[in-house]
């Protein structure tokens, strides 16, 4: 157990839907991550949130934005869904802005119908 | 941009062998190479890394090498077992970012 929560687990919508997905981090920690896994695209680096501040940004889709609020959770919004945003989505954690290690939590899985 | 590949993509062992999958990134100024191993089900777990500064790092079964200047690093498994069956992925930070760019992937089987 990484100490990094995500919550739900599963999620299953139409196209067209917007959710949230929300992400704790480990205790301590100031940094999120948020990353995309899908089987023909891998883990991909979406954003990156350090103390409430975005830090960085990766492959993140305009219909995507995140949010890391003051008691250090985020959140990531997906809205106008397409079948192809179906994947995993995970979140890591480390202490600071440039620390290496992210432990990641046990991700949620969406499913856009 | 940083790009990381990872072959092969599918390893089979007998229980107890050694495996061996390698990795080779693009950015020289990357200083940071984790392993992560990820079970069916679960996030990725970090089980060893490795810093530009050192050339292997050890941690019981597992081990990991880095050629800097052919940018290649290697992650060793001994006594390879049952529970070791799962994706192992290879990733390298970009430059002085703590951003993560991962490799595809490689499903590690050991046979009983």
């Known amino acids: 157990d990484s100490g990094v929560t995500q919550t739900p687990k599963h999620l299953i919508t139409a196209t067209g839907q917007r959710v949230t997905l929300r992400c704790s981090p480990r205790?301590?920690?100031?940094?999120v991550y948020w990353y995309q896994q899908s089987l023909d695209q891998g883990l991909q680096f979406l954003i990156q949130y350090y103390n409430g501040e975005e830090r960085a940004k990766g492959n993140i889709l305009e219909r995507f934005s995140a949010q890391q609020f003051p008691d250090l959770h985020s959140e990531l919004n997906l809205s106008s869904l397409e079948l192809g945003d179906s994947a995993l989505y995970f979140c890591?954690?480390?202490?600071?802005?440039?620390?290496?290690?992210?432990?990641f939590g046990p991700g949620t899985r969406l499913t856009v119908l | 941009g940083e790009n990381v590949e990872q072959h092969p993509s599918t390893l089979s062992v007998q229980e107890g062998d050694s495996a061996v999958i390698k990795c080779t990134y693009s950015?020289?100024?990357?200083?940071?190479f984790p392993w992560y191993k990820q079970e069916l089900g679960k996030g990725p777990q970090l089980i060893i890394d490795i810093r530009s500064n050192v050339g292997e790092k050890k941690d019981q079964r597992i081990a990991v090498t880095l050629n800097k200047t052919a940018k290649h690093f290697s992650l060793h498994i001994t006594e390879t077992q049952p529970e070791d069956s799962a994706v192992y992925f290879c990733?390298?930070?970009?430059?002085?970012?703590?951003?993560?760019?991962f490799g595809k992937g490689i499903t590690l089987s050991v046979r009983p």
């Open positions: 990733a390298a930070n970009t430059g002085a970012n703590s951003k993560l760019t």
């Open positions: 950015d020289s100024a990357s200083n940071y």
């Open positions: 890591a954690s480390n202490g600071g802005a440039s620390l290496n290690e992210q432990f």
């Open positions: 205790s301590g920690d100031l940094s």
